[in-house]
């Protein structure tokens, strides 16, 4: 599968590790590849804005800043809605993959690390088929 | 010390770990209590957005969440100015302390932790007063 908009193209281990989402209830992003990490563990998805070339937010238009924030809350609204986390985990690191990337965690107080961040803690469990459809459901 | 606006307070836990700052490269924030983290390890700034009872960045509402998204960039930069690391990492997390808080942290390949994140990995060292003195030189 080849994510392109203008020489952008998703980092391999982004497109590895997430299954691509068309719309998160109801609502298509226009910047952003939204994508759900396939770990069971957490809903847990990854947001990255379809340019080439960038590693920081600041690397975006102040204009593309904006809409990556009207994307963020967004997600972090429907995410809110649909999962009720007791909080949500919005961040973006970089260390392991440069390429930018916003991650979006819907976060509960029995989940498998807490109160620890998932990165670096985190264990890794694959959706199965019957789980994936389901989740994917949920979020659509 | 008291920093209130509209029934503000800074949440008890960030007010012990924070040096406030009352500018960044030459730039006063109008929406967010700025401090840094008293961690000599990395430089590590945490935003607050002074109004009650925030939670989420979903929180606020949608011109302040453009605000905020203002105010970070500024802040990312001035840290990209000033400390060149080879990646900022920026994140609203609050697992630990709910109330709304954006770490900006410049890291680098040869810190104490990379490439895990701070949270859950760090050792805290304070900063002596030389230390402190000159690192709120090189950022105000």
Not at 2 to 28: H, Q, R, V, W, Y
Not at 39 to 45: D, E, G, R, T, V
Not at 48 to 60: K, S, Y
Request: aromatic share 6%.
């Amino acid at each position: 599968m080849i994510t392109s908009t203008n020489n952008f193209s998703l980092a391999p281990e982004l497109l590895a590790d997430t299954i691509p989402l068309k719309s998160i209830g109801g609502n298509t992003l226009s910047l952003c590849y939204l994508g759900l990490m396939n770990n069971q563990h957490f809903p847990w998805l990854i947001m990255v804005p379809q340019q080439a070339n960038l590693r920081e937010i600041i690397d975006l238009s102040k204009a593309d800043q904006h809409k990556l924030m009207d994307e963020i809350s967004l997600v972090s609204t429907q995410m809110q809605t649909i999962f009720a986390p007791y909080k949500l985990n919005v961040a973006a690191l970089g260390n392991i993959v440069a390429q930018l990337h916003i991650h979006i965690i819907a976060r509960n107080e029995n989940d498998a690390v807490w109160p620890n961040p998932v990165w670096g803690h985190a264990p890794t469990k694959p959706y199965d088929e019957e789980e994936k459809l389901k989740i994917i459901n949920r979020l659509k």
